[in-house]
């Protein structure tokens, strides 16, 4: 059974368009995050919720906007995308305690290509 | 904010040989450091972690040390394999009591060969 699974894997989209992925855990954890891997590997933190609360924004355009409906998904919705949106994105999930970090666990990643 | 400095990008051993890996931070508040393997095609997994009131930690064939004065941390891996092929990343914990986060180094990529 699959911890954090993301949809879709593979997105193919042209500029300009409007598109989502959708993140879920079934691990019972607090606190959710979207990352975002470039052709470099770098991983870069995009978002953090914590029980539906917005916590961490890492001066993302606005173009992107999350939406966590519960405390077990948090979704990405991208807005007229740019061809530098195209990345590997990573939805992850934590159970941390006040102010302690813990182990992140990742979903598999959604690839998107804008073309 | 939080700075993590990865060296080196690329590493190639031969199979049996030892492995280093090793980062820096910038905040003197992280007190968290985990490492994880990213396989091709794959999200990055957990391999070993330490906190910052701990020096040292082994788990098996991986170890991981930390220095809190120099704001650096290693990590060891012994009698590598082949399937430890990988891009291994170390990160560094940011965030307060409404929530925390990992700022990742750049990662390095390992070649294993047999």
């Known amino acids: 059974d699959t911890a954090v699974s993301q949809t879709p894997k593979y997105l193919v989209t042209q500029m300009g368009n409007d598109k989502s992925i959708k993140c879920e855990q079934n691990?019972?954890?607090?606190?959710m995050y979207w990352y975002k891997q470039d052709s470099k590997k770098f991983l870069k933190i995009m978002f953090s919720?914590?029980?539906?609360?917005?916590?961490i924004n890492e001066t993302v355009p606005n173009r992107f906007s999350p939406k966590s409906p519960d405390k077990a998904h948090l979704n990405l919705h991208i807005n007229s995308l740019e061809l530098g949106d195209s990345a590997v994105y990573f939805c992850?999930?934590?159970?941390?305690?006040?102010?302690?970090?813990?182990?992140?666990?990742f979903g598999e990643g959604s690839r998107l290509t804008v073309l | 904010g939080e700075n993590v400095e990865q060296h080196p990008s690329t590493l190639s051993v031969q199979e049996g040989d030892s492995a280093v890996i090793k980062c820096t931070y910038s905040?003197?508040?992280?007190?968290?450091f985990p490492w994880y393997k990213q396989e091709l095609g794959k999200g990055p997994q957990l391999i070993i972690d330490?906190?910052?009131?701990?020096g040292e930690k082994k788990d098996q064939r991986i170890a991981v040390t930390l220095n809190k004065t120099a704001k650096h941390f290693s990590l060891h891996i012994t009698e590598t394999q082949p399937e430890d092929s990988a891009v291994y990343f170390c990160a560094a914990s940011i965030g307060n009591q409404a929530g925390t986060a990992l700022i990742f180094g750049k990662g390095t990529t390992l070649s294993v060969s047999s």
């Open positions: 919720y914590n029980n539906k609360e917005l916590i």
């Open positions: 330490i906190r910052s009131n701990v």
């Open positions: 992850a999930s934590s159970q941390v305690g006040r102010g302690v970090a813990g182990e992140l666990f």
């Open positions: 905040d003197s508040a992280s007190n968290y």
């Open positions: 691990l019972g954890h607090d606190t």
